[in-house]
């Protein structure tokens, strides 16, 4: 007697609208333009798809109480970008940490509250440090993107629901797991 075969592995579900989405962001990587670039043509296609009730299943906007949740929507073959929904429940956040590529935010439910850092090396003797540059509150709607260096930064939800922002990455997070190279545990001027 032999068993029957296993069924295939389903994956997260796709949307038609995540899907086109998916075919925006390739058409403007493909383009092999620098990481600068790239983000700014990424941020385009991904605007007009943020806040749109069909853009995600509802189990890729699903929370967690413990920390903010990461739903891995898609990892190109060729592991040049992938999208992610993350989903913050109030005062949720990262830690302060810089990335391992070219990265594409856009909010879709909800704020994203962002605080971006210099490293200030350290010098005659006094130890190297964090100075805040910028802050920034961003809506549904809200775009922005960068690629290294000066990409440290932290993120959280400073409001009262939940938040749900979608994140582009040039690299492969499905092998890496995440795109953050470097978590950051200096002082920090404010």
């Known amino acids: 007697m ?6 295939p592995a389903v994956g997260p579900r796709t949307t038609d609208r995540l899907a086109a989405l998916v075919d925006d962001i390739r058409e403007a990587v493909e383009r092999g333009l620098p990481p600068d670039a790239t983000a700014h043509l990424v941020g385009e296609r991904l605007a007009p798809h943020l806040g749109a009730p069909d853009l995600l299943a509802p189990e890729q906007c699903e929370g967690d109480t413990a920390r903010y949740r990461q739903h891995l929507l898609h990892a190109e073959a060729d592991g ?3 999208l992610v929904s993350l989903v913050w ?3 949720q956040s990262t830690s302060v940490h810089d990335h391992v590529s070219w990265c594409v935010t856009g909010v879709h439910r909800g704020e994203e509250h962002e605080r ?3 490293l200030v090396p350290a010098s005659d003797g006094a130890p190297a440090r ?3 540059t910028e802050d920034a509150v961003n809506p549904v ?3 922005c993107g960068f690629a290294p260096p000066g990409d440290i930064h932290r993120v959280w939800n400073g409001c009262s629901h939940k938040a749900v922002s979608l994140h582009v990455y040039g690299a492969d997070v ?3 797991g ?3 190279r470097r978590v950051y545990d200096l002082p920090a001027d404010h």
């Open 2 to 7: 032999t068993s029957p075969p296993e069924s």
């Open 80 to 82: 040049s970008f992938s």
């Open 89 to 91: 429940l109030p005062g």
């Open 116 to 118: 971006r850092y210099r």
């Open 130 to 132: 964090l100075t805040a």
């Open 141 to 143: 709607g809200a775009v």
């Open 174 to 176: 499905s092998r890496l």
């Open 178 to 180: 995440s795109s953050v």
